[in-house]
């Protein structure tokens, strides 16, 4: 599967991505640590990358001082030997992710490695699955950067910016982007220090609003179409109290 002309599997970090700060949830404790089912939210995406067929390593994104936490009470409690480091985040979801890339390629003290399949997820989507992986791995070697979606179960409208209705567009073309994305590395590197040196500039982050997820990125400063993987509709992100009834009421 995904094979590389040396009849070699490609070789696939993801990076995943848990510096949430839970201000939406509510709690006083980042959402990627509560508890669910007696599990860390973080737990239940990292035993799947850790039994993957198609991810080889995990870099893992987490809050500034928040490292050693990580690494003793969900790393190693957990035995997730994937992991082949943890990093600090930044500001934005572009800087965490910039940053986990610089991980990547610069590999670790544990194994030297570049990748050639980079998948991002977010930490708080903890119903992603094996297939799931192995769909967006095929993909990402075919077209070069793909994202997991569904299609929209909803009419979605566009407003006018002042509470109307602007227009509504078919349904059957509305799909709800979902992560992971994955990307060969030989594109998804070359478009992040594109935005990097965007960011040096003085209004670089202003000017970076737009950039909600990695595909943008990716689309914008690689000219790079995106494929479209099928999603599940059960790996929702947890974001508010409500996102943790859901889960409960799924797991």
Sequence with gaps: MGDAPEGKKR???VILLAGGSGKRMGTDKPKQYLEIGGKPLLWYPLSILE??????????VVPQGDISYVRECIVEAGSFSRVRAIVAGGQERYESVWKGLQAAENGSERQDV????VMIHDGARPFLTEELLERCFLEAVTYGACTAAVPSKDTVTIS???GFERETPDRKYVWNVQTPQAFRQEILLPAFRKMAKELEQGDGRERLAWVTDDVSVVRYYGGVKIRLVQGDYRNIKVTTAEDLEVMKGLL
């Design 114 to 117: 570049s990748p050639e399949i």
């Design 160 to 162: 006018d910016g002042e």
């Design 51 to 60: 039994k993957s067929k198609v991810a080889d390593d995990c870099i893992l």
């Design 11 to 13: 070789y696939c970090t």
